[in-house]
């Protein structure tokens, strides 16, 4: 319960805390993501990572690692069966005025008749019995993400795998981020 009210609060605070918009290392962000899981969560697994070359973005610091935080963890947790495991973050710049940072890995997947309820609080496409989660991080996301003029989505299959994206606008675009 505690855990589950702490969420709330984080996800609270991202619509209502001031945005202080500075270059932000997406790649450092990712780096530092990475270390932290795999001194906590994935210490005892088979986890192969990968990182592609990650821009340099103008954003909030600590929400954009929020971001980083949630989608790699949630990568982590529904890669749990996979031996190894596979975790790939990588971006696609300069598409349609936008750079779109991915997060993939080779989990348990889900159904894309779904997708759009993985943004929503509260939201579940697996027994809670399976995979512990606040259903609190996604949405988290997709309010940061929003906050900064981008977008977020995601692809699956069940038993295949997910990647999940998020975009930026491109410099010349940076009116649209919501301070």
């Known amino acids: ?59 909030d610091r600590p929400m954009l690692r929020q971001v980083f935080v949630n989608l790699l963890a949630n990568a982590v947790k529904y890669s749990r069966p996979r031996n190894p495991a596979e975790i790939e973050v990588g971006c696609f710049a300069n598409v349609a005025d936008e750079v779109v940072v991915l997060v993939r890995d080779n989990g348990v997947g889900f159904e894309m008749q779904y997708a759009q309820n993985l943004f929503g609080v509260f939201q579940r496409l697996h027994r809670a019995e399976e995979f512990e989660s606040t259903r609190i991080g996604l949405a988290n996301v997709r309010r940061i993400i929003t906050r900064h003029g981008g977008r977020t989505w995601a692809e699956s299959a069940s038993d295949a795998g997910a990647i999940f994206y998020f975009s930026r606008p491109t410099p010349q675009k940076t009116s649209d981020i919501q301070t």
């Open 1 to 59: 319960m505690g855990v589950l009210i702490d969420n709330l609060l984080v996800f609270s605070r991202m619509a209502r805390a001031e945005m202080k918009l500075v270059p932000v290392s997406l790649q450092h962000l990712a780096a530092d993501t990475i270390q932290a899981l795999q001194n906590e969560e994935s210490r005892e697994r088979n986890i192969q990572w990968k990182i592609g070359i990650l821009p340099v973005v103008q954003g």
